[in-house]
């Protein structure tokens, strides 16, 4: 095996301006050279970068390679020779074998696609409700703040059985903890809250069980430190993930909105190609236990291999056209919830969460448009694990104020009339 091979200087900390769908273009150009490049870690590590659909797969199913918290480098800082620390207890996503598969099996029960689907009436509910309180606010609305962020953190609050007095809080810390432009401190402090927080809960739920998943879990063998991180982790991971699908994905169909037809006609197939197209959980690490050859090159043991989802998502050897937003295609094999034991666990959640509110808003607000220019809208920053929009100024005409106040079906709505507005003229990505 030869390990000479194109080589990424640093992993891309930013999207090519005027492309905030696109993986930014360091990332394709490597995939030009092959499905697999070196990259230099900070400090003068080794390491790899994963672009092509079939390898990231493989990778992601392969035992050798792992998700260990304490084997892990930064790609971005130079963290030097200190141990980084292992996971905390139930931070179960940084954590292999059967560490992983204990807390795996209690949850994996809790959230599958049957129980995921008789949640759909409430979701519908929750997304009217957001909806009722857009309309009766009036435009313009921060599409975020408004729609994309209260729906997911309402449905994993009750999941979890948050009291829901205490949901605004979950959102306001979750959102700074996840903030990559936020201060350290204040994101420190955050983290500090919501654990806080989580640990008077748990004793709650210990002394009085109610109908809820964190209660469930109470009546196991996880310890008090166990519960609390896990249930740091549903909460934050349920928020943050599909809040920033919902706000991407809600502007790449006013971006492309020949496509917002097949909300109508196809919705699951339309969210499977949003999921693709744009990969909001953009990339995953991973570290060799041993050596390992991957398209003809030796991955060594220690190695930490970046796999790059959204640049797998598209490949051009397995979806065609792969950089156009095509709702009418099969998207199915995209590997936005990644693949393997590693497999996100609340993904079924998620596509009932989007299912239900892409189309609801689009036959709610059929004249929706962006409020500000689409070169103005702040994405992310690459350097964080989640993609996304800062903020989403949207508006609509007056007259769809108070239209079809709880449809979740769009076919109740106007089914001729798209979007309309600047939104339309952003190049399609």
């Not at 074998?97 to 049957?114: E, I, M, S």
């Not at 109908?211 to 609390?228: C, K, N, P, Q, R």
């Not at 009418?328 to 509110?357: D, K, M, N, W, Y």
């Amino acid at each position: 095996m030869t390990n000479h091979a194109h080589t990424v200087t640093a992993l891309p900390a930013a999207r090519t301006p005027g492309c905030p769908f696109n993986p930014p273009r360091e990332l394709s150009q490597a995939h030009e050279h092959g499905p697999i490049s070196r990259l230099p870690f900070p400090g003068g590590h080794d390491g790899w970068l994963i672009t092509g659909h079939q390898l990231a797969r493989s990778v992601l199913g392969d035992p050798r390679f792992s998700s260990r918290q304490e084997l892990m480098r930064s790609p971005f800082i130079d963290m030097g020779d200190s141990p980084t620390p292992p996971a905390p207890p139930g931070i179960f996503i940084m954590m292999d074998g059967g560490d992983h598969g204990r807390y795996r099996k209690l949850l994996a029960g809790k959230f599958t696609v049957r129980r995921m689907r008789l949640l759909t009436e409430r979701v519908e509910q929750v997304t009217a409700e957001r909806l009722d309180a857009m309309a009766a606010a009036g435009p313009p609305a921060d599409l975020v703040g408004a729609f994309a962020q209260p729906i997911p953190a309402i449905m994993i609050c009750e999941l979890l059985g948050v009291p829901a007095t205490d949901r605004p809080f979950f959102q306001e810390h979750v959102a700074t903890l996840f903030d990559e432009d936020a201060p350290e401190e204040e994101r420190y402090a955050s983290h500090a809250a919501v654990h806080g927080y989580i640990a008077t809960l748990v004793s709650a739920k210990r002394a009085a069980p109610t109908d809820d998943v964190l209660s469930d879990l109470t009546g196991t063998d996880l310890s008090e430190a166990e519960l609390i991180g896990a249930a740091g982790l549903l909460l934050a991971a349920g928020m943050d993930t599909t809040s920033n699908m919902l706000s991407l994905g809600t502007f790449a169909l006013l971006s492309n909105p020949g496509q917002v037809a097949m909300l109508r006609d196809a919705p699951d197939q339309c969210v499977e190609e949003l999921l693709r197209y744009l990969s909001v959980v953009h990339r995953r690490p991973r570290v060799a236990l041993e050596d390992v050859e991957l398209a003809g090159h030796t991955v060594k043991a220690g190695d930490q291999v970046i796999l790059a989802l959204n640049t797998a998502n598209r490949d051009p050897g397995r979806f065609d056209a792969p950089d156009a937003l095509d709702a009418g295609r099969s998207a199915i094999g995209h590997l936005a919830f990644g693949h393997g034991v590693h497999q996100c666990l609340g993904q079924q959640l998620a596509r009932v969460e989007l299912r239900t509110a892409y189309p609801a808003l689009f036959a709610r607000f059929p004249s929706l448009r962006l409020a500000v220019p689409a070169e103005d809208i702040a994405l992310r920053p690459e350097t964080g694990d989640v993609i996304g929009v800062k903020t989403l100024p949207v508006t609509w005409d007056a007259g769809d104020q108070g239209l079809h106040a709880h449809a979740a079906d769009p076919r109740e709505a106007d089914a001729e009339s798209p979007p309309r507005g600047r939104a339309g003229s952003l190049p399609q990505a």
